[in-house]
């Protein structure tokens, strides 16, 4: 079962940035649209961005002018670059994909393991 693989969190100071990076476990046959969420301590997991197959991305208010999600279809990868990361920023960051595994099975949505970024001085 082809699994989602996420990178790239960690500590930094506020006012610096990160790049997480999504790809998957095994070969997929295409993916439609690739997102990532977001989990804060006792808050609900929050959409951050999203990018269709097409490139057309969406963004939550609190990101927008900050964040940018981008995808390389070739490597089947998606990317969060953070910049300008606020202490409100801090959370489990999760990679989600609706994708089909071949041609021949329907498509599926899958999510990441999760990576924790952490915005502090």
């Known amino acids: 079962q082809v699994q989602l693989v996420e990178s790239g969190g960690g500590l930094v100071q506020p006012g610096g940035s990160l790049r997480l990076s999504c790809a998957p476990s095994g070969n997929i046959f295409r993916f439609y649209a690739m997102g990532w969420y977001r989990q804060a301590p006792e808050k609900q997991r929050e959409l951050v961005a999203t990018?269709?197959?097409?490139?057309?991305?969406n963004y939550a208010d609190s990101v927008k002018g900050r964040f940018t999600i981008t995808r390389d279809s070739a490597k089947n990868t998606v990317y969060l670059q953070m910049n300008s990361l606020k202490p409100e920023d801090t959370a489990v960051y999760y990679c989600n994909a609706e994708f089909k595994a071949t041609p021949w099975t329907t498509s599926q949505t899958a999510w990441g393991q999760g990576t924790q970024v952490t915005v502090s001085s």
């Open positions: 990018i269709t197959r097409y490139g057309t991305s």
